[in-house]
């Protein structure tokens, strides 16, 4: 198949696109390379530097007619999107819509695979979330990624085209950018690798769910084998607080090197967790990676870059 992978430059973006590639199928990748990398570009993809939200976009859809499109191109930045709604807005939703239309227009789309989120979706509720709790976002970037699913619900029940909305927990792997508010393994890793003390926000107790990236990759690929239409959690249901993490990071550094306390964040969640149960009923998919394996495999990515 033809699959037009947006963010395909980035984390979680290019491990999809690899594994598109492994199973043969003839993958373009566009990205604006404003968080995403050259290097992470797999070179037996198709590559085009443009913003989702351009018209250049929407004219490589209609013209390149693909089979699938797999969408992780997004602004992330949850702080961002609180201090600039419209940015948020303008990146996250009125880019999907740019995307959509021309997946309208083009006539060949029989699938697109939406990167959601499962954190920043269902609010302060008891966790673990599942898929039938209300959706509540408490950020301008959750709602953007629940606008986006709805949209995608008119696009398939106007134009038959189905979707399927993956809402991930916290994603960590290689390649994972240590530059943003995001990240925690990362951001560990590279204060580690620079021999700098890391900051935990709070009292480090505050819990989330930790997916490896290739388990990630595997749920994109089940997706797009799959005829299942909706929202699916993909998590392992595991809480983990950030001081834990930090204490399964800093074993693999030869150092006495003890993290700092900083202010908590205004506003941020203390606990989060996602039920994957649907996903494994549905799509055949279930977390295969412990995040002692998973980190273990982030730390020596990190090491030798």
Excluded: C
């Excluded at 043969?24 to 990398?37: A, Q, R, S, W």
């Amino acid at each position: 198949m033809k699959i037009i992978v947006t963010g395909g430059a980035g984390f979680i973006g290019s491990h999809v696109a690899d594994t598109f590639i492994n199973e043969g199928h003839d993958v373009i990748i566009v990205d604006n390379l404003i968080t995403g990398k050259k290097e992470n570009i797999n070179p037996k993809a198709t590559f085009h530097q443009m913003d989702i939200g351009s018209q250049d976009f929407y004219d490589l859809i209609v013209s390149e007619k693909p089979d699938v499109i797999d969408h992780h191109a997004a602004h992330i930045h949850v702080g961002k999107s609180v201090e600039d709604p419209g940015f948020d807005a303008k990146n996250n939703i009125m880019a999907t819509i740019n995307m959509m239309q021309a997946a309208k227009e083009a006539g060949s789309v029989k699938k697109v695979i939406f990167a959601s989120t499962g954190g920043a979706m269902y609010g302060n509720k008891q966790t673990p979330f599942d898929e039938s709790m209300m959706p509540q976002p408490l950020s301008p970037y959750g709602i953007s990624k629940r606008s986006a699913e709805l949209y995608f619900y008119f696009y398939f029940n106007q134009f038959q085209i189905p979707f399927t909305a993956l809402r991930y927990a916290n994603v960590y792997g290689p390649r994972q950018n240590p530059h943003g508010e995001a990240g925690v393994i990362s951001i560990f890793l590279e204060k580690l690798n620079q021999g700098e003390t890391p900051v935990i926000f709070g009292d480090g107790t505050q819990t989330r769910d930790y997916v490896f990236v290739g388990d990630v990759a595997k749920a994109n690929l089940l997706a797009l084998n799959s005829d299942q239409v909706g929202e699916f959690n993909i998590g392992t249901t595991i809480e983990t607080d950030v001081n834990q993490i930090y204490s399964l990071v800093v074993k693999y550094y030869e150092t006495d090197i003890k993290a700092e306390h900083g202010p908590a964040r205004p506003g941020e969640q203390k606990t989060s967790s996602l039920n994957y149960q649907k996903a494994k009923n549905d799509l055949n998919w279930e977390p295969s990676v412990s995040l002692e394996e998973g980190i273990e495999k982030t730390v020596k990515h990190f090491k030798s870059a």
